[in-house]
């Protein structure tokens, strides 16, 4: 089993940056897919985006479109989400997720994907 270990999470004025990252270790003979997703408080968790194996494919929601960029460096096994533009509707905790059966070329749920990180928390202030 991988475990995912993500960083970079805090607390942030709107307009602000911040840039996560997602490092996989244990079992990593190879996470293909990964991704992100995010839960708000009293909210269902929602995907963010995915990242395919090669990099070349990603899908992102439409909320995020345009502010937030997600890359891989696959030889540090290190998946990076840069968010820009933040919104106090960002606000949320992040998750993320891999699989390791999974490429990602076509756009997956929560549940494809077989490991999970135990989340970092982003606060986005008015």
């Known amino acids: 089993q991988v475990q995912l270990v993500e960083s970079g999470g805090g607390l942030v004025q709107t307009g602000g940056s911040l840039r996560l990252s997602c490092a996989a270790s244990g079992r990593t003979s190879t996470v293909y897919v990964m991704g992100w997703f995010r839960q708000a408080p009293g909210k269902e968790r929602e995907f963010v985006v995915q990242i395919s194996w090669r990099g070349r494919t990603t899908y992102y929601a439409d909320s995020v479109k345009d502010r937030f960029t997600i890359s891989r460096d696959n030889a540090k096994n290190t998946v990076y989400l840069q968010m820009n533009s933040l919104k106090p509707e960002d606000t949320a905790v992040y998750y993320c997720?891999?699989?390791?059966?999974?490429?990602?070329?076509?756009?997956?749920?929560?549940?494809?994907?077989?490991?999970w990180g135990q989340g970092t928390q982003v606060i986005v202030s008015s």
């Open positions: 997720a891999g699989d390791q059966k999974l490429y990602g070329t076509s756009r997956l749920g929560s549940g494809d994907f077989g490991s």
